[in-house]
């Protein structure tokens, strides 16, 4: 009967949680690489009194920081109206 682990049992799953994590961290760098390739092509953007060219991938970017900055907007006044009802 073995009441503990010893440092030896430890080792080979720490390896393999290393090995894992190493796995997952390359194929995401190879699909965000993957990403900015295929989304490289230029695309016309119209706005109401003027157009320009800009990469595609420059859009998707710009498209998820405005999401963020009005996400982060909206939480705060949903924070501030909560507090005055208090």
Avoid: C
Wanted: glycine share 4%; proline share 1%.
């Amino acid at each position: 009967m073995r009441f503990g682990r010893s440092a030896s049992d430890e080792e080979p799953r720490e390896e393999s949680g290393l090995a894992l994590k190493l796995i997952v961290l390359i194929a995401l760098v190879a699909y965000l690489i993957a990403f900015v390739l295929e989304n490289r092509k230029q695309v016309s953007v119209h706005f109401v009194v003027a157009n320009s060219r800009v990469s595609l991938i420059w859009l998707i970017l710009l498209s998820i920081a405005i999401g963020a900055v009005g996400t982060a907007v909206i939480s705060q006044l949903n924070r501030r109206r909560r507090r005055r009802r208090h």
